[in-house]
């Protein structure tokens, strides 16, 4: 048997974070992670029979082993498997009918059908900038929207960071779910994790903030961003949002809905859900309205 790759570079990063936590927020990281079934809402009732309600989550259920997806008569599937996390982080930009929303990392596109069962209507660009995922992108959008229900919803691959410039003031809310160091991906594939150094946590909060900057900007007065990753590093999560609070006008939301959700751990800007509590995650958010 091989022995399990380790990296003292990244323990001794994450203890220092962590502190006694580490050790048992690694083992929950390299756990499999809980998932739920969420209902496809854009096709008829599905009978959810034998499954297991995500009691604090509508319209999802716990995933069970072995599941495999089922489509319908017309060739949508009646569930989207993601984390239970990812929900939370798409309901948190509260998005509403008629709205312009951007979601500006999108593939592969969970949090965008979330975003679009809000809206029904209005307009939503769906933006990835890798071609092969906006593939992906494009087929989850046709697997799960009936074509005349997704006439609001468009795909574009645009770098994020012109968005800014581009449409500056165009959205009322703007979902930037960044590209980011995915620690539970990581020890997954031993070659990256063998190579982890902490410059690549500080290069990728280089690329967040950016952006995160071109969300400030293309979203409008009093309208909101959300700023996600699902990394448990704080130089790609608060400090990232510190930089703006410091730099441009903000203020940062905490939305009482938000409270019922128990396992939510405060952070100084946003929130964080964290695999050693709650089996799902990891997930940062932020939610931040431009002022
Ligand atoms: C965390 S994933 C998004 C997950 C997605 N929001 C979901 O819920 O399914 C980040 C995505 O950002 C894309 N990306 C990376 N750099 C980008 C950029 N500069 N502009 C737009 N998308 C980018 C990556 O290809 C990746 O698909």
Same mark, same amino acid.
């Given at each position: 048997?091989?022995?399990?790759?380790?990296?003292?570079?990244?323990?001794?990063?994450?203890?220092?974070?962590?502190?006694?936590?580490?050790?048992?927020?690694?083992?929950?990281?390299?756990?499999?992670?809980?998932?739920?079934?969420?209902?496809?809402?854009?096709?008829?009732?599905?009978?959810?029979?034998?499954?297991?309600?995500?009691?604090?989550?509508?319209?999802?259920?716990?995933?069970?082993?072995?599941?495999?997806?089922?489509?319908?008569?017309?060739?949508?599937?009646?569930?989207?498997?993601?984390?239970?996390?990812?929900?939370?982080?798409?309901?948190?930009?509260?998005?509403?009918?008629?709205?312009?929303?951007?979601?500006?990392?999108?593939?592969?596109?969970?949090?965008?059908?979330?975003?679009?069962?809000?809206?029904?209507?209005?307009?939503? !660009? *769906?933006? &990835?900038?890798? #071609?092969?995922?906006?593939?992906? %992108?494009?087929?989850?959008?046709?697997?799960? =929207?009936? @074509?005349?229900?997704?006439?609001?919803?468009?795909?574009?691959?645009?770098?994020?960071?012109?968005?800014?410039?581009?449409?500056?003031?165009?959205?009322?809310?703007?979902?930037?779910?960044?590209?980011?160091?995915?620690?539970?991906?990581?020890?997954?594939?031993?070659?990256?994790?063998?190579?982890?150094?902490?410059?690549?946590?500080?290069?990728?909060?280089?690329?967040?903030?950016?952006?995160?900057?071109?969300?400030?900007?293309?979203?409008?007065?009093?309208?909101?961003?959300?700023?996600?990753?699902?990394? !448990? *590093?704080? &130089?790609?999560? #608060?400090?990232?949002?510190?930089? %703006?609070?410091?730099?441009?006008?903000?203020? =940062?939301? @905490?939305?009482?809905?938000?409270?019922?959700?128990?396992?939510?751990?405060?952070?100084?800007?946003?929130?964080?859900?964290?695999?050693?509590?709650?089996?799902?995650?990891?997930?940062?958010?932020?939610?931040?309205?431009?002022?």
């Amino acid at each position: 048997m091989n022995s399990p790759i380790t990296n003292e570079l990244f323990e001794k990063y994450f203890s220092e974070v962590y502190g006694g936590r580490w050790p048992k927020l690694r083992d929950a990281l390299a756990q499999k992670e809980k998932q739920v079934l969420r209902e496809n809402l854009f096709i008829d009732k599905t009978d959810h029979l034998g499954l297991e309600d995500c009691d604090f989550l509508m319209h999802c259920f716990w995933k069970p082993e072995g599941f495999s997806l089922q489509k319908n008569d017309d060739g949508h599937y009646n569930y989207y498997v993601l984390d239970p996390a990812s929900v939370i982080v798409a309901r948190a930009l509260e998005a509403k009918p008629d709205e312009k929303i951007l979601d500006m990392c999108a593939a592969p596109g969970g949090k965008s059908l979330v975003i679009a069962e809000h809206m029904l209507s209005g307009e939503l !660009i *769906s933006n &990835e900038m890798s #071609d092969s995922r906006r593939e992906r %992108l494009l087929r989850v959008f046709h697997e799960y =929207i009936p @074509r005349d229900q997704r006439l609001f919803v468009s795909v574009k691959g645009l770098d994020g960071n012109q968005y800014g410039l581009r449409m500056p003031g165009e959205f009322d809310r703007v979902l930037a779910d960044v590209p980011c160091s995915g620690e539970r991906h990581l020890l997954e594939n031993p070659k990256e994790f063998a190579m982890w150094t902490k410059k690549r946590t500080q290069h990728l909060a280089v690329r967040q903030y950016s952006l995160l900057s071109s969300a400030w900007l293309a979203v409008k007065e009093g309208g909101r961003i959300v700023y996600s990753t699902c990394s !448990i *590093s704080p &130089e790609e999560n #608060d400090e990232v949002v510190a930089k %703006l609070v410091k730099k441009r006008k903000v203020k =940062i939301l @905490r939305p009482d809905w938000l409270e019922v959700f128990d396992f939510l751990e405060k952070t100084e800007h946003g929130y964080q859900i964290l695999p050693d509590r709650t089996g799902f995650g990891p997930m940062y958010f932020s939610v931040i309205e431009k002022s």
